[in-house]
């Protein structure tokens, strides 16, 4: 495979504060990615830095090769917080990002209407935010977030306010999308389970500053269901995991 992302030494400081510490990682074309860490090491930080949003002290970002650093709008970020406009419809919230690329709204609409139905959302484009359930939320600010660049996506805890049964729905959901369209994906989360099951390759980092302490390849098959779960190669893996924490 060839690489889509790479982080090279990237290092981050806020006063006095070291954030982030010689990190370097990779994402592969199509490839699922998950960052696994403890809350507040700087693992959001990461994302800005690849974003754009902030520039590294140290170190680099290459997207397809290039130099990307303080470069805005070139991957789709997520955070935490779906951010999803009250005042507007789920379809105007997802053609936002065709609009700010300079599409008119009539014709954002019509590019984005197209994907409601895969991301289980056909019947609710002139619903509002406050209308949709936790689950819908989320599909509609991911759909939002896939419309601005499709092939690489940062998901920072995406699930992470949804209820049990409502994320393992959602797990298999976006695999779903996975499969079907082919993105990079950068993920983040607190969950070893959802780290392991989602994604391909696996980073865990330390407590702040971050840096990576291991690096774990997930050779589980695909497509995956939840009977995954409790085999004995995902117990394996979990285990291998838990002796990082």
Request: glycine share 6%.
């Amino acid at each position: 495979m060839d690489s889509k992302l790479e982080v090279r030494k990237v290092s981050k400081r806020y006063n006095r504060i070291k954030v982030l510490q010689d990190i370097s990682l990779s994402v592969m074309k199509k490839q699922f990615v998950s960052i696994l860490g403890p809350s507040g090491c700087g693992k959001s930080t990461l994302f800005e830095v690849i974003s754009g949003l902030q520039l590294p002290d140290n170190g680099e970002v290459l997207i397809d090769g290039k130099d990307s650093r303080g470069r805005t709008g070139r991957v789709s970020y997520m955070p935490q917080k779906d951010l999803l406009l009250p005042w507007k419809t789920i379809l105007d919230n997802a053609a936002l990002p065709l609009v700010i690329k300079g599409e008119s709204w009539p014709e954002a609409r019509r590019k984005a209407a197209p994907y409601f139905a895969p991301f289980e959302l056909d019947g609710f484009e002139r619903a509002y935010p406050q209308q949709l359930s936790g689950g819908m939320r989320q599909r509609a600010a991911l759909l939002r977030t896939f419309l601005f660049a499709r092939d690489i996506l940062l998901l920072d805890e995406p699930f992470g306010a949804l209820d049990a049964l409502t994320r393992s729905k959602m797990h298999l959901w976006l695999l779903d999308i996975f499969q079907r369209y082919g993105p990079s994906v950068l993920f983040i989360t607190h969950d070893i389970d959802e780290a392991i099951f989602l994604a391909d390759k696996l980073y865990i980092f330390s407590a702040r500053p971050a840096r990576v302490v291991a690096e774990i390849e997930i050779e589980l098959p695909r497509p995956r269901s939840q009977e995954l779960l409790t085999s004995g190669e995902f117990a394996a893996l979990k285990k291998e995991v838990l002796q990082f924490f």
